[in-house]
């Protein structure tokens, strides 16, 4: 009788990579993050000044009842109300688009990373 033995050694390296930690503290993902941030604060300034300015026509759309007619009020309220309706559009593209950005940039971000968490 033969006996055959045959030692197979396989090492196996386990190891835990926090993303939140490398996106936030690599500079790839600082990168990203300051590019976001700035976009941001550009679109949240660039509204909040839209928002302002069409608070104001509400304002004196609203001094203005009494002296227009009923029809030029109804005429001015519904092209301030599309005017409104515009800005919230522009504004709900404005914060999908910075969500997109992120989601690639993240993305992008793992894409560079598989290489090494491989090896």
């Given amino acids: 009788m033969l ?3 045959t030692h197979a050694s396989a090492e196996q390296k386990i190891a835990y990579l926090d993303m939140k930690f490398v996106l936030n503290n690599s500079k790839a993902g600082k990168g ?5 941030q700035k976009s941001f604060k550009e679109n949240q300034q660039k509204f909040l000044d839209e928002e302002n300015a069409l608070k104001k026509k509400e304002n004196d759309l609203l001094a203005q009842k009494t002296i227009l007619t009923k029809k030029e009020y109804q005429k001015k309220s519904d092209d301030l109300r599309k005017k409104v309706i515009d800005y919230q559009s522009q504004r709900r593209t404005a914060l999908e688009k910075i969500t997109l950005q992120r ?5 992008k971000l793992l894409e560079k990373l598989d290489p090494i968490m491989k090896t």
């Fill in 103 to 107: 989601a690639e940039a993240r993305q």
């Fill in 32 to 36: 990203a993050q300051d590019y976001l």
């Fill in 3 to 5: 006996l055959i033995y």
